[in-house]
């Protein structure tokens, strides 16, 4: 659903409509009978209750702000989670890096264990797991020449991390790194549909199976 | 080979970063949350307006020898209707970058707002009965009076964007011109309300 006060603009648009609706109930009132103002009032609120309700099936088609630079740098942005240390994503990374000239910045959002642990901010455990994740990650990209930094993302949603980093991060394309679908919560909730959808930018869907690479998970 | 760059930075001491996201600035976020809590206390002053006319009152409504002056209201309700133009007015000028038309736009809407609120007094003078007459005029100027202050709080506002609007602040970017959409946002939500109070308490 679209915040009507989301901006200076969508808030005047909102005076307008409630303008042109009072008007319509104060003629009512004046010209006809109090009552039927009234009823005309219950009818543009019930209108008004349904439009809402429509609105809210689904989300507008938006695109994430990509911030810009100046220089011809190829940036990466790669975002992962367990599986930011896999093998696949290592090697699809490299050969994406242009031989080693592109920057990387990798994103590792620190996902809680459940619901509950999240909405009551529970997180330290989370956040140092994938402390460690990124650690031992880029640990891996410095002994293949790559540059990259990289730090833990805050936030629970994915989506949000990956538009989070976009904005001061002038990525060329996104790399997304999941378990196979079979375990990939991130799949199951359609993390890199919507990137392909919401983000401007080429997407790389890398599926990193971490039983298969003999990796043991941080 | 080039040496790498590793800069994890999310080891540092003290407390987290402020976390940049929801896709929505701060500032703005800020006001749209101090509305939220302020249409819950409009929606309190509402329920009991309603339970007044509704439920407790068994006469005519407003009480007999009590009347509102619905054309003085219905002038000053188009005054407060076109501040809101104006100061989308000013908005759009600064998001153009015609500087003459936001502060111009501003300044239009601060007189208006005033003078909004110079009749609003001036109708408290002469309407004729006080807060202290019958739960009508308690509820009356609890409703009107709510939404006075708050015209007060948006000038307060609106002044000191005026004041930096004319001394060469704000710019077409949308982060150089907070300074006038937040007070813009919240302006519009008076009028809104007022809209609201108007019809409901002088008309229906």
């Given amino acids: 659903m679209h915040n009507p006060l989301r901006s200076e603009a969508d808030a005047f648009r909102l005076v307008v409509i409630v303008g042109v609706c009072a008007a319509v109930v104060i003629a009512a009132a004046l010209v006809i009978d109090p009552v039927a103002g009234a009823i005309v009032l219950a009818v543009e609120i019930a209108a008004g209750a349904w439009l809402a309700l429509r609105g809210s099936r689904g989300t507008l088609p938006r695109t994430a702000e990509v911030a810009s630079a100046p220089d011809d740098v190829h940036r990466i942005l790669v975002v992962a989670n367990e599986t930011v240390g896999g093998r696949a994503l290592l090697d699809e990374i490299r050969a994406r890096s242009r031989n080693g000239s592109a920057e990387i910045l990798v994103v590792v959002p620190a996902l809680t264990a459940s619901a509950l642990e999240h909405w009551s901010s529970d997180v330290d455990g989370a956040l140092a797991d994938a402390g460690r994740r990124l650690d031992a990650s880029l640990g891996g990209m410095r002994g293949t020449g790559l540059r990259a930094s990289g730090h833990v993302g805050d936030h629970h949603e994915p989506a949000a991390a990956i538009e989070d980093a976009l904005r001061d991060f002038a990525a060329d394309e996104l790399i997304i790194s999941t378990h196979p679908p079979a375990r990939s919560r991130w799949l199951e909730s359609g993390v890199v549909e919507r990137a392909e959808r919401d983000v401007p930018l080429p997407v790389t869907h890398v599926v990193v199976d971490l039983e298969a690479e003999g990796v043991e998970r941080a | 080979m080039e040496s790498a760059t590793v800069a994890a930075d999310h080891a540092h001491h003290g407390p987290p970063e402020a976390n940049q996201s929801s896709r929505i600035d701060r500032q703005t976020l800020g006001i749209l949350l101090f509305i939220v809590s302020e249409i819950m206390l409009f929606g309190a002053f509402f329920a009991s307006y309603f339970f007044l006319r509704v439920v407790a009152n068994d006469g005519p409504w407003p009480p007999e020898g009590l009347e509102l002056p619905v054309a003085v209201a219905g002038v000053n309700t188009a005054i407060l209707i076109s501040s809101s133009f104006t100061v989308h007015w000013a908005l759009e000028g600064v998001r153009r970058g015609n500087r003459r038309a936001m502060?111009?736009?501003?300044?239009?809407?601060?007189?208006?707002?005033?003078?909004?609120?110079?009749?609003?007094?001036?109708?408290?003078?002469?309407?004729?009965?006080?807060?202290?007459?019958?739960?009508?005029?308690?509820?009356?100027?609890?409703?009107?009076?709510?939404?006075?202050?708050?015209?007060?709080?948006?000038?307060?506002?609106?002044?000191?964007?005026?004041?930096?609007?004319?001394?060469?602040?704000?710019?077409?970017?949308?982060?150089?011109?907070?300074?006038?959409?937040?007070?813009?946002?919240?302006?519009?939500?008076?009028?809104?309300?007022?809209?609201?109070?108007?019809?409901?308490?002088?008309?229906?």
């Fill in chain 2, 103 to 204: 502060q111009f736009g501003l300044a239009a809407t601060w007189l208006l707002g005033a003078t909004f609120l110079f009749i609003q007094i001036n109708e408290y003078i002469h309407i004729g009965f006080s807060a202290r007459d019958t739960a009508f005029g308690s509820i009356f100027y609890g409703l009107t009076g709510l939404h006075g202050a708050h015209v007060f709080v948006g000038l307060v506002l609106l002044s000191f964007a005026n004041i930096r609007g004319w001394r060469g602040h704000f710019g077409p970017k949308a982060k150089d011109h907070l300074g006038v959409e937040v007070p813009g946002i919240y302006w519009h939500f008076v009028d809104v309300m007022w809209i609201i109070v108007f019809t409901t308490v002088y008309i229906l």
